[in-house]
């Protein structure tokens, strides 16, 4: 069989044919290093929940190089996985209050989206003094790729703000508009 490019409807279909095969492979690659970190603050507990998406084959690599023998999201227990999560976030992902008191993170769960590659996590911290002022560091997986850029939209009511945050760039104030 003998394909002619003759006709740009040809081409076109040929284009979107190649598009659709290559493409593919190339997203579950994801060359891009990001995560991204939603935070409400829950007037009510005083805390500030986060849910912070990374990517779980980046996660799971990570995770496996700090124990030092295989770790898997789907087979590794419940509880050693869940301890080896929180003691990676607590170093990599850091909250003061206002003033200048960190705070510690209390693990709430986990679940992964096997169809998008996609590992969230789940943590409260506290924060006594609302989230206003209080000062956030989100490193995760920064020390493992130079390009990692991670991002948190804080929210406080009808107030939000989006920190960006990249590789050894340390802490950011949340500071919502006036």
């Known amino acids: 069989m003998t394909i002619h ?19 593919p ?46 770790v898997s999201l789907e087979k590794t227990l419940k509880a050693e996985l869940d301890a080896l999560c929180l003691a ?14 960190r705070q510690s993170l209390h693990w709430v769960g986990r679940e992964i989206k096997d169809s998008e590659n996609h590992l969230w996590l789940y943590f409260e911290v506290p924060l006594p003094g609302g989230a206003d002022g209080a000062r956030i560091v989100h490193a995760v997986l920064s020390d493992t790729f130079r390009d990692q850029l991670n991002s948190v939209l804080v929210r406080d009511g009808g107030r939000a703000v989006t920190l960006v945050f990249f590789p050894d760039r340390g802490e950011k104030t949340v500071a919502f508009a006036r």
């Open 88 to 101: 990676y976030l607590a170093e990599t992902f850091t909250v003061k209050s206002r003033d200048g008191a």
């Open 5 to 23: 490019f003759g006709s740009a409807a040809t081409r076109w279909c040929f284009l979107l044919l190649a598009a659709t095969c290559v493409l």
């Open 25 to 70: 492979r190339i997203a579950a690659a994801h060359p891009l290093h990001v995560s991204h970190a939603e935070a409400d603050f829950n007037r009510a507990t005083g805390k500030l929940e986060v849910a912070l998406k990374v990517f779980a084959d980046d996660f799971e690599t990570k995770l496996t190089a700090r124990a030092g023998h295989r």
